[in-house]
């Protein structure tokens, strides 16, 4: 399940990806442009193309300012799905600055369509900034190309011949990809031995069936509990005992505070494996002063919602919830945030299994002093899993 994001626009993923493309179709030529005189906010014409099917895209990638994360929004020219998603720059040598030219940029696009297909490339700009070209695959592995860029006339002319050109594979068969099916993902913790699990209520919301992976493999069945939309909590409960993890009662963070995340993020492109992140708090209030959440800049990803925040004495101080979108914040105040996520603390989590299993709840025993990172993540791995919701 995708982080609920403060801002509207989704996440763009840092994934490289070597792909042993086919050759091409013919790409649309450059318009000279210097990189000097080019906008603050810059629309170009796009084309994209499977491979091996029968389908082809187009549509713009937009840029705001120079060199600044882009956006792509693409249409099928076959079926009837749009695709739409961030393409930041991920590497911008020392010499492409304004005003010098775009040798060496490269970036990522990520795509969701409409049809539940996900999308990933790897573009190149070229040196005049001007246009560019990618490679990628979607989440069943199918290849494609994109070329951007070039004058308007030049892009229908590359439009057309890719259309021409891919009109005598097979047609593209319909996605295996999560998303087809109503499909998402997030993390949970185990809160008591009798099986009560913790996670963020958007990660199970509208779900007709929930699930948990447990470390053995096992894919289990969850029981939704209890629902607290307003501080985006849910409870569920499996048929497995885990070692639960304390949650404190009172939150007494402070900035610098090292913390560590667990979860799942991205597992589409990243894989099930847990991952585990690390950094400190920032700030002790969320988005516009909001008393429950707590400010940290442990790296997090979609999938990472309902995972436990924790510091060194292996206690959860708090649960990962939202994200400051970098793509919406630098449309909407032209500067990209620096990991900026947000989690709510502790005492809400406590308070709520409190209220809902009773006074004769109680949290696991605190450690004593702290350990090393690294024993922590490994003592606490069974105790964090996988959420799969169906919708």
């Given amino acids: 399940m995708f982080l609920r994001s403060l801002l509207t626009a989704s ?27 080019l906008p603050q906010s810059l629309e170009m014409p796009a084309v994209a193309w499977f491979d091996d099917y029968n ?10 300012g120079f060199l600044l994360p882009r956006t792509l929004d693409l249409k099928t020219q076959v079926g009837s799905a749009r695709c739409v998603g961030g393409a930041p720059v991920k590497v911008m040598p020392p010499a492409a ?24 490339f790897e573009w190149s700009a070229d040196p005049e900034c001007a246009s560019g070209f990618g ?3 979607d ?18 002319t590359a439009l057309n011949e890719a259309v021409r050109s891919q009109a005598r594979r097979p047609a593209l068969p319909a996605t295996g990809g999560e998303a087809a099916h109503g499909i998402g993902t997030g993390t949970a913790f185990f809160v008591s031995w009798d099986g009560h699990l913790l996670t963020n209520h958007h990660v199970i919301d509208q ?15 969850a029981e939704i509990v209890s629902r607290d939309p307003d501080n985006d909590l849910a409870l569920l409960k499996v048929k497995a005992i885990r070692r639960p993890l304390p949650v404190r009662r009172t939150n007494d963070l402070a900035r610098g505070t090292e913390v560590m995340v667990l979860g799942y993020p991205l597992v589409t492109l990243q894989g099930s494996d847990q991952k585990a992140t690390f950094g400190h708090v920032n700030a002790l209030k969320g988005m516009q002063g909001d008393d429950r959440y707590t400010q940290v800049d442990a790296p997090v990803q979609p999938g990472n919602s309902g995972g436990p925040l924790m510091n060194q004495r292996g206690e959860v101080v708090g649960v990962i919830t939202a994200i400051l979108n ?28 409190r209220r809902r299993l009773g006074s004769d709840w109680r949290a696991e025993k605190e450690a004593t002093s702290p350990g090393s990172w ?17 919708r």
Avoid: F, W
Avoid at 379 to 385: G, I, Q, T
């Fill in 135 to 137: 490679k990628g695959r």
């Fill in 97 to 120: 600055l304004p005003p010098a030219r775009c040798d060496g940029v490269r970036g990522m696009a990520q795509l969701t369509c409409s049809d539940g297909r996900a999308l990933l």
């Fill in 11 to 37: 996440l763009g993923a840092a994934l490289l990806l070597a792909a042993a493309c086919a050759a091409p179709a013919p790409a649309p030529q450059p318009t000279r442009i210097q990189p000097s005189r």
């Fill in 374 to 390: 690294e024993a922590l993540a490994s003592n606490v791995e069974a105790s964090v899993v996988l959420v799969v919701a169906e």
């Fill in 55 to 64: 389908e082809v895209l187009a549509g713009t990638i937009t840029r705001y």
């Fill in 326 to 353: 970098p793509l919406a914040t630098a449309a909407v105040a032209g500067v990209i945030p620096q990991n900026v996520n947000y989690a709510l603390k502790s005492d809400y989590a406590h308070q709520m299994l």
């Fill in 207 to 221: 779900a007709t069936r929930v699930q948990v992976k447990l470390d053995d493999g096992d894919l289990v069945d």
């Fill in 139 to 156: 989440a069943d592995g199918n290849r494609l190309h994109l070329v951007y860029g070039g004058s308007p006339e030049r892009a229908k």
